[in-house]
T-cell receptor, first 114, second 107 residues
């Protein structure tokens, strides 16, 4: 596709359930970031993948959060045992390299935990 | 860890005014991004800078690496420029975002 694709665009789930969010980056982009934006808040870094290097997980808020990037392309962010404070828009961005390319953002997944 | 500060937090101006949004960061970076987020949430990358100045239409972005400071300028502002403008500093620890500047341009 022409841009970064995220799915689903909206997800409503009950507290305690697990959710998976998907990001399809632009083909060939080696850098992939996950962020979230809670209502009225700024962007919060979650995790960063760069090529085949070990991901930078320093932004993950708890061990309920994990992410994978298979084959250097598609990434899934998994939240286990969701809590209401997990409600946010989860954004994915990709770029050609970690430092020297513009970032392309997906439209995000709006997660609501009831 | 990098600290990214933006100012002002909120800015309301009249159509046609020259707008400046500032961003400062605490540690050395390889690049700085200016992003635009419209109501509804979509984010668009406006500029990526590692030195000097870039211009695109009515938007100008500058960066001073020595002073760890960047500015985004909008000339001849228009109501459609109303959005949240976010700077993001890319360093060794990934990307650190400012909290954004909420800009409203009144007709």
């Amino acid at each position: 596709g022409a841009g970064v694709s995220q799915s689903p665009s909206n997800k409503v789930t009950e507290k305690g359930k697990d959710v998976e969010l998907r990001c399809d980056p632009i083909s060939g982009h080696t850098a992939l970031y996950w962020y979230r934006q809670s209502l009225g808040q700024g962007l919060e870094f979650l995790i960063y993948f760069q090529g085949n290097s070990a991901p930078d997980k320093s932004g993950l808020p708890s061990d309920r959060f994990s992410a994978e990037r298979t084959g250097g392309s598609v990434s899934t962010l998994t939240i286990q045992r969701t809590q209401q404070e997990d409600s946010a828009v989860y954004l994915c961005a990709s770029g050609m390299s970690s430092y020297n390319s513009p970032l392309h953002f997906g439209n995000g997944t709006r997660l609501t935990v009831t | 860890k990098n600290e990214v500060e933006q100012s002002p937090q909120n800015l309301t101006a009249q159509e046609g005014e020259f707008i400046t949004i500032n961003c400062s960061y605490s540690v050395g970076i390889s690049a700085l991004h200016w992003l635009q987020q419209h109501p509804g949430g979509g984010i668009v990358s406006l500029f990526m800078l590692s030195s000097g100045k870039k211009k695109h239409g009515r938007l100008i972005a500058t960066i001073n690496i020595q002073e760890k400071h960047s500015s985004l300028h909008i000339t001849a502002s228009h109501p459609r420029d109303s959005a949240v403008y976010i700077c993001a500093a890319r360093g060794a620890d990934g990307l650190t975002f400012g909290k954004g500047t909420h800009l409203i341009i009144q007709p």
